[in-house]
Every structure is written in C-alpha cells, then in structure tokens.
C-alpha cells in the first residue's frame, strides 16, 4: 500500500523518476533487462546477415526486389517522431504537468500504432505479391524473425504506455507512478533505437545488395 503524498509543481522534486529507493531499484532492473534485450536482437542481426542471401532458387525474391524504400523510410520517420514525443512526454512529466505528459504519450501511442499498421501492410504485401513468407527460404525465416519481433516489442511497449495512462487518468502524477512513465519511456527509446539499425541494415543494404 503506497501512501501518495500531494505535491505541487514547487514541491515537486527535479527527478522524481530516482526520488525514491523504490525508482532506483526499478531502473537498475530495467537495465539488466535491456541488457538481455540487447543481446537477443544481437543475436537476430548475426542470424539474418547470415541468412539474407539463402534462396532456394534463382527465382525466389532477395531484399533488393522487395523492399520499397518510401514505405520503410515513412514507417521509419513515424516511429522517431514517437520517440520525441516521448520525450516531450516526460520533459511535462518533470515539470509536473500531468494532462500535458498524458496528451503527449498519447500522440506517441497514435504515432506507434501507424507504424505497426505499415509493418501490417508491408508483410501482408510480400506475402502477397512475392510470396516471401516466413517458410518460403532461410531469408524469408530470418527477416520476419528479426522484423517480426521488433514489430512485437512495438506492440508490447504501446499496451504498457497505454496501461499506464489508463491506470493513473485519475490518480495524477506521485513518486510511485512517475518511474513507471519514466521507464515505459526509456523502452519506447530502445525499441526506436534498434528499428534505426534494423531500417539501415535490413533495408538500406538489402537494397545496395
């Protein structure tokens, strides 16, 4: 049971994501968490370098035939542009200005579903129109392995902010629910992080060949 103590944005401390033992505990956690994380898409990219030109024939479709580049590099801006809305987000956060970090995360919310509706559309293409599946080749294996689970961690990192805003909408901001946001923020960083490398070696060199 957390007693929440009222504050005012002159009472409010400067980072009330590490004002108590409670916050630090969660970001050391958080680290050893995105720890492993690393390791796993690590673990992906060697995979899919080591994939990416295994076809079963001539005919089968490689990265340079189907990657469109206006679609990935507009996914792309979609989900960056989430990520400085995060930042807005808890930049409000700080300065104790509840509605304002809620109107932000939600923008960040709507910005990420587009991105995953331009992931929805891109695979459900390639399935499509090349019949590049998942079972069609080691390449087709590796890509939608890789894509597939950032697409995923997407997913989770919006259920996760959209839980948070719809468990404290009426509650407010206090120094057991600001880590979270805080948290919830710096996931939706990594998540963006890794589609940069994903966008420059999935899609950039695929299509240099």
Do not use: C
Not at 94 to 112: H, Q, R
């Amino acid at each position: 049971m957390h007693v929440e103590e009222k504050f005012t944005h002159e009472t409010w401390p400067a980072s009330p994501e590490k004002a108590t033992l409670e916050a630090k505990n969660k970001f050391l956690g958080f680290w050893f968490f995105l720890g492993g994380e690393t390791v796993l898409f690590a673990s992906l990219f060697a995979t899919y370098l080591a994939l990416k030109d295994r076809v079963p024939n001539t005919h089968q479709a490689l990265a340079k035939d189907l990657f469109e580049l206006p679609l990935t590099f507009t996914a792309t801006m979609l989900l960056l542009t989430s990520s400085l809305t995060s930042v807005y987000a808890m930049y409000h956060m700080k300065n104790f200005a509840f509605k304002k970090m809620l109107l932000w995360l939600g923008l960040t919310v709507l910005l990420g579903f587009g991105f995953l509706g331009l992931e929805i559309y891109e695979f459900n293409h390639y399935v499509h129109a090349f019949h590049h599946t998942f079972t069609s080749s080691a390449f087709g294996s590796a890509f939608y392995t890789l894509v597939g689970f950032h697409g995923a961690h997407v997913a989770f990192g919006l259920l996760w902010i959209i839980t948070l805003m719809a468990r404290n909408a009426k509650r407010g901001l206090n120094l057991y629910n600001a880590p979270k946001f805080y948290v919830a923020s710096l996931y939706w960083h990594f998540i963006d992080v890794v589609w940069v490398f994903i966008f420059t070696v999935v899609y950039l060199m695929g299509m240099v060949g």
